[in-house]
């Protein structure tokens, strides 16, 4: 049974061929070939949900689409929430759902994501390859998490627990350009 509990940390890696050889090097094997994910945060005129720390997500990952609430999270080393999420049919549907009941795009983020795990793990590490730059993602127990890490070349020091959207905010304000939403430059 899938735990509701979503319990994880970032961290921001060179480039997506220095992160797949250090994935290899240490042992990990690909689980999920890269796709590309196109999310769509929903929330009220104001806010309310982002004002709880909440989040409503529409995501449409291939063929596959999802959606997904995500609970305020918890104090700690991790970012650690409560995740409810259920397969969807139709993505565009299902806004126009939420629409209707008052719940209205405030954010979009793309990304390529790869995923990875090793015999015997009972966790992942995610490599996505975001707008604003690469990342690992390891989620599992906290112990898990840290052991990873530490394979991987990483400390405590270098955990990154917020959202995509809040690291895509503050890489805005350092570069001093208007926030919009979090996509790759059409090609």
């Known amino acids: 049974m899938r735990s509701n509990r979503e319990i994880e940390i970032k961290m921001r890696v060179p480039g997506a061929r220095a992160a797949r050889s250090l ?15 196109d999310n769509v945060i929903l929330d009220t005129p104001d806010l309310a949900l982002r004002n709880r720390g909440c989040l409503l997500r529409v995501r449409t990952a291939g063929a596959a689409s999802t959606l997904t609430y995500k609970g305020p999270p918890a104090a700690g080393r991790f970012k650690s929430r409560e995740e409810l999420e259920i397969a969807i049919s139709d993505a565009g549907m299902a806004a126009s759902i939420f629409g209707n009941l008052g719940f209205h795009r405030v954010f979009r983020y793309q990304k390529y ?9 009972h966790g992942v590490v995610t490599l996505d390859e975001t707008p604003i730059g690469c990342f690992l993602e390891i989620e599992g127990a906290p112990r898990w998490i840290d052991r990873t890490a530490g394979k991987l070349g990483f400390r405590p020091s270098d ?29």
Not at 113 to 121: D, F, L
């Open 23 to 37: 994935l290899r090097t240490a042992g990990f094997h690909v689980r999920q070939r890269r796709v590309f994910e």
């Open 159 to 187: 955990y990154i627990k917020v959202s995509y959207g809040a690291l895509y905010f503050q890489t805005c304000a350092e570069q001093g350009i208007k926030p919009g939403d979090m996509v790759f430059p059409p090609t």
């Open 113 to 121: 994501r790869t995923e990875y795990s090793e015999p015997g793990a």
